[in-house]
């Protein structure tokens, strides 16, 4: 059974949105594989970087196309010797890591297109917002296409330009690596389907179209959130006055039909 809701459902940010944006990244790179040109595929990779809650140091570990490996362990009860420090210290701060999905060209080994969906640490205030601003402006100075998915209301947007959209519920953005100083944003309400999303590739190669409603159904029923989720409570974060009514009417209708 797909969700209620058009589109993006309201009801989907909240304790489940770790699974949802887990599970969503794996189905893009799902759909996208089959659908790319022979030179191109698309994998997941992980970014990392370092926050000092202190905010008095901001530190980068990773770029764009940077992998992140696992350290071995030596061998069951082999020595390995070392040489001691005269001094230890401990870096400040706290690791975080995201998954997000990217395009490589496999013939250059070079990354091409950079898909991420924001997550709650991408849209603070603080730190981890600032840290996914650097990481986004690397995309842009690099030339890397980049492709941008808000599916959460809540939060601080990082800059969409000047001048600014609309404000919206949603929206999804596109930065073409041949053009660094343009940003393509589709606005989306709650009210509205999501869009069949445009994935650039090389300026040579036609773009890619990829079905996020069909992803989101997917991961959706995969995840049983039918199951998980209160329909019966306000979302949270609340919906504005008149997307909230429509949303009782909405699920109402629902309710009554499946009786």
């Known amino acids: ?12 940010e909240s ?15 799902d759909q996208l594989n089959p659908r790319l040109p022979k030179r191109y595929i698309a994998s997941t990779d992980l ?17 764009p196309d940077n992998y992140v490996s696992e350290q071995r362990a030596a061998p069951s009860g082999a020595a390995v010797a070392t040489i001691a420090a005269p001094i230890t210290t ?7 890591k995201q998954r997000y999905v990217k ?10 297109t950079v898909i991420e969906i924001l997550s709650a640490a991408n849209k603070s205030g603080g730190e981890d917002g600032h840290a996914y601003r ?37 929206y999804i953005l596109v930065h073409r690596g041949i053009e660094p100083s343009r940003l393509g944003i589709w606005p989306i309400g709650v009210r509205d389907p999501l869009p069949l999303v445009p994935i650039p590739l090389d300026p040579d190669i036609p773009d890619v179209v ?22 019966t409570e306000p979302p949270v974060p609340p919906l504005r006055e008149p997307d909230a009514t429509w949303a009782r009417e909405l699920l109402a209708g629902r309710n009554g039909s499946s009786q």
């Open 90 to 96: 401990v870096l400040p701060g706290i690791v975080r």
């Open 134 to 170: 650097m990481k986004r402006e690397e995309y842009i100075a690099a030339g890397i296409n980049l492709v941008e998915i808000d599916l959460r209301r809540s939060g601080h947007r990082p800059p969409l330009g000047d001048p600014a959209p609309p404000i919206s519920d949603y």
């Open 1 to 12: 059974m797909p969700s209620p809701f058009p589109g993006m459902d309201p009801y989907i």
């Open 210 to 231: 990829l079905d996020l409603r069909a992803c989101m159904d997917h991961v959706y029923d995969a995840g049983r959130y039918a199951e998980q989720l209160d329909y």
């Open 47 to 63: 970014y990392v970087w370092r926050v000092d809650e202190t905010g008095e140091e901001r530190v980068l570990v990773g770029a």
């Open 103 to 112: 395009i490589v060209d496999k013939m250059e080994r070079r990354v091409v």
């Open 15 to 29: 304790w489940i949105w770790t699974s949802f944006h887990g599970n969503m990244i794996n189905a893009i790179h």
